[in-house]
């Protein structure tokens, strides 16, 4: 065993494996592997080992057929089989809301390349012919669909590491690691101690231990899993070919061909979780004992749903833990406050998305990032926040909850409320109807009189479309406030704070009592942060972004911090308000003795409201008149009290997130993980209006931007009118110039102002023609799109 490594992978299943593979690839040899057992030990050696490119989450699915399409090339490398079998699966719906969702699965696919179908129950009937058609509507046909032998690819993967200077190490248990002050790492083993540049947590069922001992929380937890293993059946191994995978949702089931038989596993709901105080280390090639009687229910929806299971023996019951995150993403990336120290765990579906999150992860450390978004499995999207009492019943709610329907407008209830501002209970009480970013309570929308506090989730319009017409209403025609507590905020200090954003934002830095907007760049060129800089003096700014960007950006902040600055996130300690609408400023001016009239657009001064001390910004992402008034948390209620009895003779009302979406859109105003994100870049979004090219400045990503500026981008961002009917776009539905896809929706909604369905949308820069028109797919429907070339909404003309 060698003493010295660029990097230790500690964990040798599937994912690890694969992590070591690609970081081989990518050119780093000087690489090695330690696990504690042997290959496969933990939960990858008994997985049912299916696979499938179906993901709610586009990126998510790029992975997947990222992952699925490698085998092949494992195989061709190592001369070894992967045990494939590609028999093609569906995933049937047996209600108009399961079937919605596969419409819109089977929409966002189109313009990913993805060759998936949907059938009916004819079609169903000759695919997979043991299926009881009762009730069923249709299903998702997926031809990539498919099985493999777990162990065979993993050891695969391991080959090919090997085969390109990767060393693997089994039986060595890494007892602790220890943090030089360069940045590298000693990791003492029983075998001794290896000095490493960099390590990864690729520790499957002991991610949370090795977390622990490398120095940071990983909100993971381990669940208890069954699948069983029928007896020969006729009707299966009497086929001329393999019965394809068949995903229940209703019945919570999944189902393949095993040799002569079946295999059938289920993600019951009444769940267990497994080894809640830690994962033993004398755990390794193990099974649990059974515990039938907790998928009872879901073996005898199975035998109505399959006929054949109830006449079959059981072979094999197989009951193993499995790793999950709280929402059933993995934890991928670098952790955040910590350097050289990498995550590669929570893949819970590690024969669908190892590949997938090995290359992820070696782009990353090899080159500084990805080659696509990682916002859905990047471990930074969960804070400082979460822990243990949170991260537990949220990953029960996401196991028993894995099959069903997964809606574009749903809460779910598990942990909450968790994190409150002040102001939860005085909203709470008007009626809010709550929604979740970052582990916070945000109002969605407030309900009056006998509405529900509920929203019913749906693909279509829900019964939130009144409410936020209702406020929308009153914030075009009068005033409207929320909170600005769902606000990312940092504060940039120090004598080279101008200097500093200088370099790390594109766009111009403002003069002291102006905002300007920017957007920040990867090296790439790429979006990563759309931002507001506000100049309180040369030596204090501060900025404002996405709230649930929070550990993603002071991750990047501190990675190209310098000397002379201090940048401190002040999300949870600055909050404050929003009044937005025509009469917004007179509300203010009757909590104050500064003159806002005197405020121009973008102006930021220091005032003192009622008697709080605030930082008022005008801007408004309404795309009205609006102000931004920030105070310290602690003071929140105070200048609440102020502002709501101010505004009383001006009819002021409070608003959500569901009416501020609806109101960006009339200015064409974009969202952040929707219109801006890493997958885009400023010309084709239309940031680039933003970056100031004439600074003197290298800024990062200024190279790629500025070739892109010259070239001119491959595909422009849209606004589009949709003719529809009661659903709207949500995103990544395709986009339809005469029989072919062109591009796709990137979010969209009823402008209630407006009285319109809109969408933005992605279009070959060749084909953009004032006034284009198009189609937009809507859950199986194509729906006439015009482009609409200039907001139809402005504030100054009325």
């Known amino acids: 065993m060698k003493t010295t490594t660029r990097v230790a992978v500690i964990g040798g299943g599937v994912v690890g494996c694969s992590v070591l593979y690609h970081l081989t690839k990518l050119g780093w040899k000087d690489v090695m592997l330690l696990e504690r057992s042997e290959l496969t030990a933990g939960s990858t050696w008994h997985a049912a080992g299916g696979f499938h490119t179906i993901n709610g989450d586009t990126n998510m699915a790029a ?11 494992l195989e061709e490398i190592t001369g070894m089989s992967c045990g494939l079998h590609h028999s093609g699966g569906i995933t049937l719906a047996d209600s108009q809301d399961r079937f919605d969702m596969l419409l819109a699965e089977r929409a966002k ?6 060759d998936t179908h949907i059938v009916g129950p004819e079609e169903i009937a000759k695919i997979a012919p043991i299926t009881n058609l009762d009730g069923i509507i249709g299903a998702l046909y997926d031809p990539l669909d498919g099985h493999l032998d777990p162990s065979g690819t993993t050891h695969a993967y391991a080959r090919a590491a090997k085969m390109a200077g990767a060393e693997i190490v089994t039986h060595c248990k890494v007892l602790e690691t220890n943090q030089r002050p360069d940045g590298s790492w000693d990791v003492v083993t029983e075998n001794g101690t290896i000095h490493a540049e960099h390590i990864v947590n690729a520790g499957g069922l002991w991610a949370r231990e090795v977390a622990e001992m490398m120095g940071y929380y990983a909100p993971l937890h381990p669940m208890e899993h069954h699948y069983l293993v029928t007896d020969d059946i006729p009707e299966i191994y009497e086929r001329d070919s393999e019965h394809p995978h068949v995903v229940d949702p209703a019945g919570e089931s999944y189902l393949r061909q095993e040799g002569r038989g079946l295999c059938i596993g289920f993600y019951e709901k009444k769940p267990k979780a497994w080894a809640v105080d830690g994962t033993s280390w004398d755990f390794a090639m193990e099974l649990l004992p059974d515990d039938l009687d907790k998928i009872g229910d879901s073996i005898e929806f199975s035998y109505a749903r399959f006929p054949v299971l109830a006449t079959a023996g059981v072979k094999r019951v197989i009951h193993g833990p499995f790793t999950f995150a709280p929402d059933g993403n993995p934890l991928v990336g670098p952790v955040p406050g910590m350097r050289n120290c ?27 990032e990805c080659e696509r978004d990682t916002s859905s499995f990047d471990i930074a999207r969960f804070g400082q926040w979460i822990g243990k009492g949170y991260t537990l019943p949220k990953v029960i709610e996401n196991y028993k909850t894995r099959f069903s329907v997964s809606y574009p407008n749903e809460e779910k ?24 970013q970052y582990g916070l309570e945000v109002p969605n929308y407030f309900a009056q009189g006998d509405e529900p506090r509920y929203e019913t989730p749906s693909f279509r319009r829900s019964n939130a479309f009144g409410p936020t017409g209702r406020e929308v209403k009153a914030v075009r025609e009068g005033v409207g406030i929320n909170e600005v507590h769902n606000f990312g905020k940092y504060s940039v200090t120090g004598p080279n704070a101008r200097a500093w954003l200088d370099r ?25 942060g759309d931002f507001t800089i506000s100049c309180l003096s040369e030596t204090d700014f501060r900025l404002t972004a996405s709230y649930g960007a929070q550990a993603y950006h002071m991750r990047w902040f501190t990675d190209h911090l310098s000397d002379g600055v201090q940048v401190t996130n002040i999300s949870d300690t600055s909050t404050g308000f929003q009044l937005a609408g025509p009469l917004s400023a007179k509300v203010l001016q009757a909590c104050t003795r500064s ?24 801007v408004s992402y309404t795309g009205d008149l609006g102000y931004e008034i920030f105070c310290d948390a602690t003071c929140v209620r105070t200048l609440w009290d102020t502002l709501w009895e101010a505004g009383q003779e001006h009819g002021i009302a409070p608003f959500g997130m569901r009416a501020m979406m609806s109101l960006r859109l009339d200015r064409h105003f974009g969202s952040w993980l929707r219109e801006f994100s890493p997958d885009y870049t400023p010309a084709e979004t239309g940031l680039d209006r933003f970056i100031s090219f004439k600074k003197n400045v290298d800024f990062i990503g200024r190279a790629a931007a500025e070739a892109e500026k010259a070239k001119g981008p491959a595909r422009q961002l ?61 859950l199986g429907e194509l729906c006439p799109a015009k482009r609409i070339d200039a907001p139809l909404f402005d504030p100054d003309a009325r």
Request: net charge positive; with cysteine; glycine share 14%.
């Open 413 to 436: 209830p598990a942990a909450r409320p968790h994190r409150r501002t002040p102001m939860w209970d005085v909203f709470d009480r008007m009626g809010a109807v709550w929604g979740l």
């Open 595 to 618: 003159d806002v009239s005197a405020l121009k657009f973008l102006d930021v001064v220091k005032m003192t409201v009622g008697q709080v001390e605030c930082v008022v910004q005008r």
């Open 504 to 528: 790390v934002m594109a766009g111009r830095v403002p003069q002291k009592g102006r905002l300007s907007l920017t957007p920040m760049l990867a090296q790439s060129g790429r979006i990563i």
């Open 63 to 73: 992975l997947q057929g990222y992952t699925i399409n490698l085998y092949k090339e």
């Open 109 to 114: 696919h189109r313009h990913m390349g993805l």
């Open 342 to 368: 990498w995550s590669a765990c929570g893949v819970m579906a590690g024969f669908s998305q190892g590949g997938g999150v090995g290359l992820m992860l070696a782009q990353w450390m090899t080159a500084g």
């Open 718 to 778: 849209l606004m589009f009118e949709i003719e529809g009917g009661k659903a709207d776009i949500h995103g990544y539905e395709p986009l339809w110039i005469g029989d072919d896809v062109v591009g796709y929706c990137t979010s969209g909604g009823y402008s209630h102002h407006l009285g319109k369905s809109m969408a933005h949308a992605f279009v070959p820069t060749a084909m953009v023609t004032p006034g284009m028109e198009a189609k937009v797919e809507i």
